[in-house]
């Protein structure tokens, strides 16, 4: 063979290699995409190069296949749902304190799954490689969190919360992850719980007296009327807001 055609023959070699170089980056660069979604894109802002964040991601998923990623038996699945549901019940007496159990809980099925959790940032890494959908409505749960801790959070925020929370929440227990059943729980308890504290006067308005705020129940509701009579209604239960929330759960 001559210098010349042993000279052809590595150029053409070289292209060979280079061109199935460019196939097989370009092809993992589009599993990783898929694969990790927003969390590609989060990724490759925090690293200096897209050849990084895509190690970095690889690296991810070699780690996730070493754990002992299991699925929740039945009775752990339905005991996590019906705790969760008892927390819906109880955000409208106690929004903070139920956001915060709704991240204590997570965090618990978490760890059930088989996560390792002392390493917050750790976990967050961990849980992209199958959860990168909803990872990041996660983030956003765990800022309101750490604002409301602070007395800092509105009712629209920790409201928010439990929805991201949710979210996170049902992919864990295996459930679809699109339903928003909750936000529209806790906005039908809220609107609820608005209503009443509307229809209920405060003690020293214009029209209501002592007498008549000694004579009421306890669990009666006061209301001026235009004569500046005040007048005794039995209180709605908070059940009822509960009820209301349940059906728009339905």
Same mark, same amino acid.
């Given at each position: ?19 199935? !170089?460019?196939?097989?980056? $370009?092809?993992? #660069? ?16 925090? +690293? ?13 998923? =070699? ?12 009775? /752990?699945?339905?005991?996590?749902? @019906?705790? &969760?549901?008892?927390?819906?019940? =109880? ?21 059930? #799954? ?5 390493? +917050?940032? @750790? ?13 990041? #409505? ?10 409301? /801790? ?8 920790? =409201?928010?919360?439990?929805? +991201?929370?949710? !979210? ?28 009443? !504290? !509307?229809?209920?006067? $405060? ?32 209180? #709605? ?7 209301? $929330?349940?059906? &728009?759960?339905?």
């Amino acid at each position: 063979m001559s210098a010349t055609a042993i000279v052809i023959l590595v150029l053409v070699i070289l292209v060979v290699a280079a061109l199935a !170089a460019s196939l097989f980056m $370009a092809q993992r #660069r589009r599993r990783l995409r898929d694969r990790f979604g927003p969390e590609y894109d989060r990724a490759v802002s925090e +690293h200096e190069s897209r050849r990084e964040a895509e190690a970095e991601l690889t690296q991810r998923e =070699r780690r996730v296949r070493e754990l002992d990623i299991r699925p929740l038996s039945e009775s /752990a699945r339905a005991g996590y749902a @019906q705790q &969760w549901t008892q927390l819906q019940e =109880r955000f409208v007496d106690a929004p903070v304190d139920v956001v915060a159990a709704s991240q204590a809980l997570v965090t618990q099925v978490i760890t059930e #799954r088989g996560y390792p959790a002392d390493d +917050h940032d @750790q976990v967050l890494a961990d849980l992209s490689v199958d959860h990168a959908g909803t990872l990041e #409505r996660y983030r956003a749960a765990e800022q309101v969190s750490t604002t409301a /801790a602070a007395g800092r959070a509105s009712t629209e925020d920790l =409201r928010q919360a439990m929805v +991201h929370y949710r !979210a996170l929440f049902r992919e864990l227990l295996g459930e679809p992850a699109g339903s928003e059943t909750v936000a529209d729980e806790t906005a039908a308890a809220e609107s609820a719980a608005d209503e009443t !504290a !509307a229809n209920q006067p $405060a003690v020293g308005e214009p029209g209501l007296e002592t007498a008549d705020l000694e004579a009421a129940d306890p669990g009666d509701d006061l209301d001026a009327g235009d004569d500046g009579a005040v007048r005794v209604a039995p209180r #709605r239960s908070s059940q009822s807001s509960r009820e209301n $929330a349940e059906e &728009w759960m339905r």
